[in-house]
């Protein structure tokens, strides 16, 4: 047993001690007794794990190599460059590359990782791994698997069973892409088929929503209706929204006030959307 004097624990100004047992935090408090060794922290502030709400663990450094390059920078490209790459995916590949990314975020004081995992392979191969990963890492790491259809709940023949597929497989959040279906219709209708399966799987839901710089489009107030009409917003999670920051003032105050009553979530990814989006706009296009 290891008992830590002198600590700055954020949010507990009133304790300065805690006692570790192999690796786990027993007590938080003063004055806690006797210890096989005792650190003395001098002031040092004290924080609880960060969490990483939003990754891919399945294709995480599969960019780098010869022919993977993103060469537009754009987020179409991206996809893509990950649709002719995973065919040659094994589950020793993301198993070695998911494990090399937590690693790095493990250095960071990183114990939590929500991570999607794309569903759009008729072998689910990323799936697999991150499944059984998960479980491997259990004592080290929390690991969170949404099952994301990235190219396409309808757009990808096939998706919406694989996605089932996935769920029993034991996913924990069910995702969607609807800007990326071919029309709007679809992607509203991608939505309502995400929310049912949530539902009926008692999941979690993740949307990569409105990841353009298009401020029409409106998946957002779409899935925020759908949510809100199933008391399922506290549940429900929306990420990139990167459109929502395009929308005029009156549309942006009547959505807020929507979006508190649903009580959805929130995510964003300021470190991919900085260098994904704007790349279409014609006056920063004319000043470089």
């Not at 396409?152 to 998706?159: D, L, N, P």
Request: aromatic letters at 8%; charged letters at 25%; a negative charge.
């Amino acid at each position: 047993m290891k008992k830590f004097i002198n600590a700055n624990i954020y949010g507990n100004s009133e304790s300065h001690e805690f006692l570790v047992d192999n690796g786990q935090f027993k007590e938080i408090g003063n004055d806690l007794g006797i210890a096989d060794e005792v650190i003395d922290l001098q002031g040092r502030l004290v924080l609880p794990p960060y969490v990483d709400p939003h990754l891919h663990l399945d294709y995480i450094f599969s960019g780098l190599g010869e022919g993977n390059a993103n060469v537009s920078g754009t987020l179409f490209e991206g996809i893509q460059r990950w649709s002719d790459n995973k065919k040659s995916l094994t589950e020793e590949m993301v198993r070695e590359r998911a494990i090399e990314g937590i690693q790095k975020e493990l250095s960071k004081g990183v114990q939590f990782i929500r991570t999607h995992v794309d569903i759009t392979d008729p072998n689910l191969t990323g799936m697999k791994a991150l499944i059984k990963l998960r479980e491997e890492l259990i004592d080290i790491v929390t690991l969170q698997i949404v099952a994301f259809p990235q190219e396409g709940f309808f757009r990808y023949k096939g998706a919406e069973c694989l996605m089932e597929d996935a769920l029993k497989m034991g996913a924990d959040v069910v995702g969607g892409i609807p800007h990326f279906e071919i029309s709007y219709e679809q992607g509203v209708e991608s939505l309502k088929s995400i929310v049912n399966m949530a539902i009926k799987y008692n999941v979690m839901i993740d949307i990569h929503c409105d990841e353009n710089d298009d401020p029409n489009s409106r998946f957002l107030e779409v899935l925020n209706a759908l949510v809100m009409e199933k008391d399922y917003g506290k549940y429900t999670t929306a990420s990139h929204t990167c459109s929502f920051g395009s929308v005029d003032n009156s549309y942006a105050n009547k959505m807020l006030g929507l979006f508190k009553e649903s009580q959805i979530n929130f995510i964003s990814c300021p470190t991919e959307n900085a260098h994904l989006q704007g790349r279409g706009d014609s006056i920063l296009n004319a000043v470089a």
